[in-house]
């Protein structure tokens, strides 16, 4: 009997320190939880992100890696244009960028413009800055989809879109379309009115951003001079080299041209981009039909990057510059080197203006 009452006694106790310890754990997930929520890392929406290391994220590969640095677990645009629907008080511009909403609000809908490059061109910089209008929603990874995973259909990348409501713009970047020969048709069919914007750089400084680029990643890779020239001597170009390739912007726009009028275009000037994003900003905002919500006011030149950057949102301590694999400093090149590519470029830059009616001053 008093046996019995002790195993009783016991068998109480225990259960009562056994519950004591399940909310004890119980109480640490939640705060746990709680914790990440209040961080952001539990939305349903990933906001725009710089500075942050990015994912492999629902079949959407980082080309590279490239994006890595500061794509964050940015696959979705903000959620701020959804917020504000709900919060109408909130002021215009900057994204609320801690705030975590359910992503059930709107649909997905294809691309109604794709930034199609150019590699190094500041692709990047352009769709962070666009993402700060609450009427555009864009994936953050580089979807790939009219280059390596066509075969996946239409409805594989319209899953991949961020939902939108009425009256907002879907984007996707990825700067491979513009030089992959299948990707006009591929969008034409798609839609014939998909907007198309082509952010070019100075393709010789373009080419030592892109070598400098696969360098950081490769560091036995030979030198620029011996990869830029297929004879060094004669000081023929290597035109297969993909660094060199992709800059001879007027051969892959013809391309495109086959489909797509120009009017369909917008040629946004990577320098321009850097030394007046507000005004190239306001540009690629009137192409989209948008109102000019981004504007100076969103941006501060940061003296230690070099590069403009985003001023941050009231109540945000997140830092608003891109990645370190964004404006990174480039390996000294031999200066006939460039001269000799600045005089390989040099008709096809001309051939360009004249197709874009833009003269991009890289002469
Ligand atoms: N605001 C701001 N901050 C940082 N970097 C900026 C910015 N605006 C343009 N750029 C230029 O963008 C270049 C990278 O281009 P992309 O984003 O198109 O590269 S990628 O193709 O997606 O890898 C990158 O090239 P590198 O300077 O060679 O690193 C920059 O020159």
């Known amino acids: 009997m008093g046996c019995s009452k002790w195993r009783v006694a016991f068998n109480f106790g225990h259960l009562k320190v056994q519950s004591k310890l399940s909310v004890f ?6 705060f746990t939880y709680l914790f990440y929520c209040l961080n952001g890392f539990c939305d349903s929406l990933p906001r725009p992100v710089f500075d942050q290391r990015s994912l492999l994220h629902g079949g959407i590969i ?17 959620p701020a244009s959804v917020v504000r629907q709900h919060l109408p008080d909130l002021p215009t511009g900057d994204a609320p960028f801690n ?11 294809f691309p109604q413009a794709i930034i199609i490059g150019v590699k190094k061109g500041g692709t990047r910089a352009l769709l962070e800055f666009l993402r700060i209008h609450p009427d555009v929603r864009a994936v953050g990874a580089e979807p790939h989809f009219f280059d390596r995973f066509y075969e996946k259909g239409l409805e594989w990348y319209r899953n991949l879109m961020p939902r939108t409501l009425e009256g907002q713009i879907t984007m996707e970047k990825t700067p491979s379309y513009f030089i ?15 907007k198309l914007i082509v952010v070019v750089r100075d393709p010789v400084t373009r080419a030592v951003s892109d070598y400098t680029q696969t360098l950081s990643k490769s560091p036995g890779l030979p030198s620029f001079r011996s990869l830029a020239f297929r004879n060094a001597t004669t000081g ?3 035109t297969s080299w993909s660094a060199v390739r992709i800059g001879i912007y007027a051969k892959h726009l013809e391309n495109w041209l086959r489909f797509f009028p120009p009017s369909r275009f917008l040629f946004v000037s990577g320098e321009r ?22 504007t100076d006011k969103h941006f501060y030149f940061n003296q230690t990057k070099g590069f403009p950057c985003l001023k941050k949102p009231e109540g945000s301590s997140r830092p608003r510059c891109l990645g370190k694999s964004k404006g990174r400093p480039h390996p000294q090149i031999p200066a006939e080197v460039l001269l000799r ?18 003269n991009f001053g890289w002469d």
Do not use: C, W
Not at 99 to 109: D, H, L
Not at 273 to 286: C, H, K, N, T, Y
Not at 341 to 358: A, E, I, V, W
């Open 236 to 238: 023929l170009i290597d």
């Open 273 to 294: 981009l850097v030394s007046d994003p507000a005004g190239e900003m306001g540009r690629v905002q009137d192409f989209l039909g948008l109102k000019r919500v981004v």
């Open 25 to 30: 754990f119980t109480m640490i997930i939640l």
């Open 99 to 109: 705030i975590s909403v359910a992503n059930t609000f709107g649909s997905k809908k």
């Open 180 to 194: 992959t020969k299948e990707a006009p048709r591929r969008v034409f069919s798609m839609s014939r009115h998909t």
């Open 62 to 78: 980082l080309t590279d890696g490239r994006d890595a640095e500061n794509l964050g677990g940015a696959l979705n645009a903000s």
């Open 341 to 358: 590519l600045r005089d390989f470029y040099r008709p096809f830059n001309l051939k360009f203006y004249q197709m874009t009616g833009h």
